[in-house]
């Protein structure tokens, strides 16, 4: 068929596309975008240049490319040269990486024109392709790319699969459509995504040259992964570069005259398509397993490597999967609140035409997928990328609130089902501060944001049990085997991270509340708890008194103890109160405490610290610390903050450090993610009392 098109010579047997997918996190620390640029991705620009018939196609993420502008603008140039020269293609992209299906549509389409025009802007031409953050498609997709100007995209083979596509018939691309609006599509092959760089180069070759016939007995090899995977993840660099495995894998594909490179947008133009597909909802293989519950991951992990030692893996390929990346949302309900909000300030500040001004580009920023969810990379486990993102939403909030209320002295209240999950929570908002307050977790305070240093104090992680966890139990402590995909082996990079390893019972807040037997402060969220108000609704009252807006909740009855609840916010002060009462009816004492938990991403750091009393006693925030008074400070330098908080009776105050332990593609690692402090006293049989604990914000200096 191709032979009638005219102008166009005899196909080749063999195409290859190599394709490089580069990208850093909104938020990530400088540092790391120098390190993969001098590791991973010049290097592989530099190596090009070394071989005329070796083309690429690339995608750099819009934090990258405004990285680069400003600090390596000659990478920028050198991108532009080889695009003149037709060597590479530069493949387009949501500006800051979101997973599309997963934001609103209009951002969708704003963020991909604006990464358009960005790129036409810096090199001159106008891309046709775009890559599809995380493989995440979603059947409504193809109509949301061909209204930005795509043309093509990539999935992974698993993803044909998953549609039953035939192997053999994976030799080209196929089209997709929605509301008759079609797009091209790419299969990406797991065998080369597993094999390059890490298999031999004569393995990797021959790969390129098995893939499947079309109906004029050529083939289309296609691979697209990640950048990071030539020079930054562990090990690579010495192998790609050092051990010159690059550099003879580009001698290979050269001199083979069976193999020639092509740019996806030259495949469109010179191959038919190989017919028309539906991609069911559907990620890469790996994370459809990710994103299910731990106790179900565990059960498919299982079962599809019992699949595989049965030799029977290839013909179910595709049908073997678990969920799809908005399973992550319901996951970690802190990913969910967070997504949600982003959406309420972006349809409130939606315009006719979505323009990319600074607020919509802070809206943008804050849709980075990173922060958002966890597989091999850190991820959500990272505080420094959730708290970027909310750095973001709020700076976004700031200037709309700039745009629409007049004055400085304003308060509001809303009753919103912030999370899609049936339930209403209290969002209030004021000049100064943003909470959203939970009935369904007994009150609990889940965001406590402040607009003046952009930062959400009570942005912390459930610490809970993950699938890879399992393998803690049985990993020697020296088991480094030198270079393999991130996806085949387990490493510690923190020696000590199994200490760690602790899991809650609940999410962690600000103003939640536990009675317990006795005064245990090992395990204060377990040891004798018989009422945890996080595991109760409270019906809520509110009402503004002059200042004043009071959150009056249901009392909670229990035949041995009664609480009774109220929570006040001071608008435009920063100042929040938590009053309590409390009646002890049985026939022994009891204990309560009070709990705070503070987003801490530093355990020792001289610019983040505790005070007590007078000041005369200090500590850090990785320092477990018990002591007996009525108020204690906080001062962050690195965020501009300090907060006193205090209770109206002298109590006993612990603090305790929190850690989670995850898997990151360096190994077990542990990271700070909050302090957990709590305000307890004793009430005894036949006895009443009554306590409040307020916390007060303030400016450093």
């Keep these: 068929m191709t032979t009638l098109l005219k102008g166009f010579e005899a196909l080749p047997k063999n195409y290859f596309i190599l394709g490089l997918h580069c990208h850093q996190p909104v ?44 600090n390596n603008p000659e990478f920028l140039n050198n991108l532009a040269s080889f695009s ?47 890559w599809l953050a995380e493989r995440a498609w979603e059947p409504h997709l193809p109509s949301l790319l061909y209204d930005a ?67 004029n007995g050529d083939s289309l090899a296609v691979l697209f992964d990640d950048g990071e995977k030539f020079g930054t993840w562990p090990g690579t660099f010495q192998h790609v570069y050092t051990g010159s495995w690059l550099e003879n894998f580009f001698r290979a594909i050269s001199e083979d005259p069976e193999i020639e490179m092509i740019l996806p947008s030259q495949a469109v133009a010179k191959l038919s ?60 309900p802190e990913s969910n609140q967070l997504n949600k909000r982003v959406a309420l300030i972006s349809e409130s500040s939606l315009d006719d035409d979505c323009r990319p001004d600074e607020k919509r580009k802070c809206i943008w920023r804050a849709q980075c ?28 909030e700031k200037i709309h609130f700039a745009e629409t209320k007049e004055g400085s002295d304003w308060s509001k209240l809303s009753a919103v089902d912030i999370n899609s999950d049936g339930r209403d ?79 809650d019972t609940d999410s962690q807040g600000i103003f939640f509340d536990l009675v317990s037997l006795g005064k245990e402060n090992e395990d204060p969220f377990r040891d004798g708890v018989i009422f945890d108000s996080r595991k109760s609704f409270r019906d809520c009252s509110t009402k503004k008194e002059g200042d004043n807006w009071i959150f009056d909740f249901e009392k909670d009855m229990t035949e041995k103890f009664s609480i009774k609840n109220t929570k006040i916010l001071t608008a435009n002060s920063k100042r929040i109160m938590s009053f309590y009462s409390l009646e002890n009816l049985s026939d022994a004492c009891l204990y309560f405490r009070c709990y705070i938990c503070l987003l801490v991403p530093e355990a020792f750091s001289e610019k983040r610290r505790f005070s007590f009393g007078n000041g005369e006693k200090s500590a ?47 190994g077990f690692e542990k990271n700070m993610q909050s302090v957990i402090i709590s305000a307890g006293r004793w009430f005894c049989e036949d006895r009443k009392e009554e306590m409040t604990v307020e916390i007060n914000i303030n400016n450093w200096r």
């Design 425 to 503: 929570e209290l969002l209030y908002h004021d000049s100064k501060i943003t909470a959203v307050i939970d009935p369904f977790k007994g009150g609990m305070i889940t965001e406590l944001s402040d607009r003046d240093v952009m930062f959400n104090f009570a942005n912390c992680l459930t610490r809970k049990e993950e699938a890879y966890h399992r393998h803690m139990k049985t990993l020697p402590e020296d088991n480094d085997s030198g270079v393999a995909t991130i996806h085949d082996k387990y490493l510690y990079r923190d020696r000590d991270a199994a200490q760690f390893l602790y899991f």
């Design 27 to 70: 938020g990530n620390f400088g540092f790391v975008f120098e390190e993969n640029f001098k590791m991973a991705y010049e290097p592989f620009i530099e190596m090009m240049k070394k071989f005329d018939r070796i083309k690429v196609a690339l995608h750099y993420s819009g934090p990258l490319l405004e990285w680069a502008e400003e």
């Design 84 to 130: 003149s020269q037709e060597r590479i293609e530069i493949i387009s992209g949501g500006f800051y990486e979101p997973i599309l299906p997963a934001i609103p549509r209009w951002d969708a389409l704003g963020q991909i024109k604006y990464m358009n025009g960005w790129i036409f802007e810096r090199f001159g031409v106008k891309p046709k392709g775009l």
């Design 273 to 332: 398509p190989a017919g028309l597909t539906y991609f069911p909802a559907c990620s890469y293989f790996e994370l459809t397993q990710w994103c299910l519950p731990t106790e179900a991951r565990i059960d498919i992990e299982t079962f599809s490597e019992n699949v595989k030692k049965n030799g029977n893996n290839e013909k179910y390929e595709g049908f073997l999967r678990g969920g799809f990346w908005r399973n992550y949302l319901s996951k970690y």
């Design 149 to 215: 100007g795509m043309n093509f995209t990539f999935l992974d083979d698993f993803h044909f699969f998953g549609a039953g596509v035939a192997e053999d018939r994976l030799g080209g691309y196929h089209v997709s459509e929605d509301q008759n609006k079609k797009i091209n599509v790419f299969p990406i092959s797991k065998d080369l995504r597993y094999a390059i760089p890490f298999h031999q180069v004569e393995e990797a070759v021959r790969l390129v040259k098995s893939a499947p016939k079309n109906l």
């Design 369 to 396: 997928n990173c922060g958002y969810w966890h597989g091999i990379f850190g991820g959500i486990y990272l505080p420094h990328l959730r708290e970027s993102l909310y750095k973001n939403l709020l700076s976004a």
């Design 620 to 666: 850090f925030p990785g320092d477990r610390t018990e002591f007996n008074g009525n108020a204690l400070k906080f001062t962050d330098e690195v965020v501009g903050s300090v907060l006193t908080m205090s209770s109206s009776v002298s109590a006993d105050w612990l603090l305790t450090p929190a850690y989670s332990v995850n898997l990151s593609e360096s």
